[in-house]
C-alpha cells in the first residue's frame, strides 16, 4: 500500500511539473513567455484611429496592427507608478483569462517616468511579479502617447472596434463590469 501512496504521489508530481512548464502563457497571437516589448517607431496618426506601432519580437521587427487585425482592441495606457493602474490589472487579468479565445486583444502600453534604460526593466519585472497575462509594450520614448495626443490622465484605455476606429476613452480605472460594458459594445 506504502508503494502505490509514493508511486500515485511521483505521478501526480510528475505531471504538475511538467504543466508547469509546457504551460501556454500566450495572450496574444504569436506571443509565448516573452510578452513585453518596446514600442521602436510609431506610424503616421490618423485621427480617431488605431494608431499602428512597431515593437522588435525574436529579432523581428512586427506591427501591432498585424497583432490586432480583425479584432477589438483594448489599449491600456498605465504606469507602474501609478496606483489606480495597479489596482485595475486584475480586473484586466480577469477580462483577457476570459475573453482569451475572443476576437480581442488585450494589450498595456507602460508610460514611465524614470530614466529610459530602466523604463524596461521595471515594466518587465513588474510584469513578471504580478503575472500578468496580457501583452504589454514599453513606450520608452513617449512616442504613441504622444501619437495620441498624451495622455492626461493613466489609466487611460481605449476600446476600438474591429475597423481600428476608437469608440470610447475611458479615462481613470474602472472595474471588470464597467470594462466588460464597453467591450461587449463593440464585440
Given at each position: 500500500?506504502?508503494?502505490?501512496?509514493?508511486?500515485?504521489?511521483?505521478?501526480?508530481?510528475?505531471?504538475?511539473?511538467?504543466?508547469?512548464?509546457?504551460?501556454?502563457?500566450?495572450?496574444?497571437?504569436?506571443?509565448?513567455?516573452?510578452?513585453?516589448?518596446?514600442?521602436?517607431?510609431?506610424?503616421?496618426?490618423?485621427?480617431?484611429?488605431l494608431?499602428?506601432?512597431?515593437?522588435?519580437?525574436?529579432?523581428?521587427?512586427?506591427?501591432?496592427?498585424?497583432?490586432?487585425?480583425?479584432?477589438?482592441?483594448?489599449?491600456n495606457?498605465?504606469?507602474?507608478?501609478?496606483?489606480?493602474?495597479?489596482?485595475?490589472?486584475?480586473?484586466?487579468?480577469?477580462?483577457?483569462?476570459?475573453?482569451?479565445?475572443?476576437?480581442?486583444?488585450?494589450?498595456?502600453?507602460?508610460?514611465?517616468r524614470?530614466?529610459?534604460?530602466?523604463?524596461?526593466?521595471?515594466?518587465?519585472?513588474?510584469?513578471?511579479?504580478?503575472?500578468?497575462?496580457?501583452?504589454?509594450?514599453?513606450?520608452?520614448?513617449?512616442?504613441?502617447?504622444?501619437?495620441?495626443?498624451?495622455?492626461?490622465?493613466?489609466?487611460?484605455?481605449?476600446?476600438?472596434?474591429?475597423d481600428?476606429?476608437?469608440?470610447?476613452?475611458?479615462?481613470?480605472?474602472?472595474?471588470?463590469?464597467?470594462?466588460?460594458?464597453?467591450?461587449?459594445?463593440?464585440?
Open positions: 500500500m506504502k508503494k502505490v501512496i509514493i508511486s500515485v504521489l511521483s505521478i501526480v508530481a510528475v505531471i504538475s511539473i511538467f504543466s508547469m512548464f509546457s504551460k501556454d502563457l500566450t495572450s496574444a497571437e504569436g506571443t509565448k513567455n516573452k510578452q513585453v516589448f518596446e514600442v521602436t517607431s510609431v506610424s503616421e496618426v490618423v485621427k480617431d484611429k494608431i499602428d506601432f512597431k515593437y522588435i519580437e525574436n529579432g523581428e521587427e512586427k506591427s501591432f496592427s498585424d497583432l490586432a487585425k480583425g479584432k477589438v482592441v483594448f489599449l495606457f498605465w504606469g507602474t507608478w501609478c496606483p489606480p493602474c495597479r489596482g485595475e490589472i486584475p480586473d484586466i487579468m480577469k477580462i483577457q483569462k476570459e475573453l482569451a479565445k475572443s476576437d480581442i486583444i488585450i494589450a498595456g502600453v507602460a508610460l514611465e524614470n530614466t529610459t534604460k530602466d523604463k524596461f526593466a521595471k515594466v518587465e519585472n513588474f510584469h513578471t511579479s504580478n503575472k500578468m497575462n496580457y501583452i504589454n509594450f514599453v513606450d520608452v520614448d513617449n512616442k504613441l502617447n504622444a501619437a495620441y495626443g498624451g495622455m492626461q490622465y493613466v489609466p487611460t484605455t481605449l476600446i476600438i472596434n474591429k481600428g476606429v476608437i469608440k470610447e476613452v475611458i479615462q481613470g480605472a474602472r472595474p471588470y463590469e464597467s470594462f466588460m460594458e464597453s467591450i461587449k459594445k463593440v464585440l
